[in-house]
Structure formats: structure tokens, C-alpha cells
């Protein structure tokens, strides 16, 4: 829950050093997930440049319906969203159950968004070694064999990493993603691997350390987005 109109400038610098420096731009993409009253303006001041706009969430209706002060993926998407994140902690912790999620998936997808789809374990939850019972719950009560697996993206985010400056083990973290791309995999059999992201607390000083697992995809970047230097920050210490 962040920004206004001129918060735009943000995404100017940072597709200004975009424009500068190719060897990042090439096989990436680099998408900003925004408030519903920000999409329409962003996405229209940003067409041609090297930014994509998404969605924090959505409603699971498909069509128009009476649910006061909600947003679903049909008018998300005539606004100008390309992306929507569905099942993020925050909305989980509002009540989204995995049926719930599902539904939302269901829906984005019928629109043609591409969904980046949050999973991850609570603080208590890992300290009685269910990370990977409560991801494997997740995967499997949210998708469907039947959803184009191709729309999907996996973002990998343990709650108890959110805004704590705590970060897994590079080994256990390892373990984790190659855990979710096989879940992944009995479902869509024989579909290709979706990207995975991390998120959790990424930051330009932390963000090397990453570099080493091949299995990451990319990154959801929380807090460290509302600065151009901090997010700029984060893409040069990881290519460097």
C-alpha cells in the first residue's frame, strides 16, 4: 500500500538506467506490481519502455458482481495490468484460503494475465519442519491441472522472511525451490518448469548471495521498490 501519480518517477530512473545498460535488459523482465488506482496511469505513461505493470490482487469473480469495493482480473487487465500477484502472506493473512487462491488463478488466467503465484511457510510452521507439508498444501489446493501452466509464475516467500532481515539457508533454500518444482511437475506433467522467485527480505547487500543458486528465477522485491537506487541497487549487485 504504497505511492501516487508521481510516484512514477520511481520507474522513470530506474528504466532510464535500463536504457543504458542493455546487458540487463536481455531474456528479463522487470515488473511493477501497483495499487488498483495506479495501473491505468502507469501503464500508459510507461508504454514502449522496459517496464511491465501488474496487480497486487484481484477478486475471483469472473464478470461484474455485486461485491462492493472489490477489483476482479477483467477490469484489472482493461486497465492496463499484464501481472497479478494472488496469494500473497498479506492477503492470505486477510482470510485468502487456497480455494479462495484457486479461484483467483482460474479467473486471471481466463483473462490472460500472467499470475505470480505466493507461497510460503509461517515462523511457526517452520519451526515444526512443515515447510514442505505447507507448500506442497498450497501448490496443490491452488492449481490445476486444467490452468495454462504457462501463465503461472512461482514466488517462493516465507512469511517469516517478510521485513525481518532474515533470509533461509542457501542449502535449505536450494532444497525448497527444486521441492517446488517438483509439486510443480506432478500437476503439469510434462509441461515446462515454471520461473520460480524468491522474495523475503531481498536488498542490494544481500542480494549476491543469491547468484550461487541457479534454480532462482528471479526475485519478488518487497519494501526495496519504493527507492530507483535501492531496486537499482539490487540489479547491479546481482549481475555484477
Wanted: positive net charge; hydrophobic residues 35%.
Amino acid at each position: 500500500m504504497f505511492g501516487n501519480q508521481h510516484s512514477i518517477s520511481i520507474l522513470y530512473r530506474i528504466n532510464k538506467f535500463l536504457t543504458k545498460k542493455q546487458r540487463f535488459r536481455k531474456n528479463k523482465k522487470i515488473a511493477f506490481c501497483v495499487p488498483y488506482t495506479l495501473i491505468n496511469h502507469f501503464s500508459q505513461n510507461l508504454k514502449n519502455k522496459f517496464i511491465h505493470i501488474g496487480a497486487q490482487n484481484c477478486h475471483h469473480a469472473q464478470t461484474f458482481a455485486p461485491n462492493t469495493g472489490s477489483v476482479n482480473a477483467s477490469m484489472i487487465k482493461k486497465s492496463g495490468a499484464e501481472y497479478v500477484i494472488l496469494g500473497h502472506s498479506d492477503n492470505r493473512i486477510e482470510g485468502d484460503s487456497n480455494q479462495v487462491i484457486r479461484k483467483k488463478i482460474e479467473s486471471a488466467i481466463n483473462q490472460n494475465l500472467n499470475v505470480i503465484f505466493c507461497i510460503g511457510e509461517t515462523k511457526k510452521e517452520k519451526k515444526t519442519k512443515k515447510t514442505f507439508q505447507v507448500l506442497r498444501r498450497q501448490i496443490n489446493d491452488s492449481l490445476n491441472k486444467k490452468f495454462n501452466s504457462s501463465k503461472i509464475i512461482i514466488a517462493y516467500e516465507p512469511v517469516w522472511s517478510i521485513g525481518s532481515g532474515k533470509m533461509p539457508q542457501l542449502i535449505d533454500l536450494k532444497k525448497i525451490i527444486q521441492f517446488i518444482k517438483s509439486e510443480y511437475a506432478k500437476i503439469f506433467k510434462g509441461a515446462k518448469l515454471p520461473k520460480i522467485l524468491y522474495g523475503g527480505s531481498v536488498s542490494g547487500r544481500n542480494i549476491s548471495s543469491f547468484s550461487t543458486i541457479e534454480e532462482i528465477d528471479g526475485f519478488l522485491i518487497g519494501g526495496a521498490s519504493q527507492s530507483s537506487k535501492k531496486f537499482i541497487d539490487i540489479i547491479n549487485n546481482y549481475y555484477k
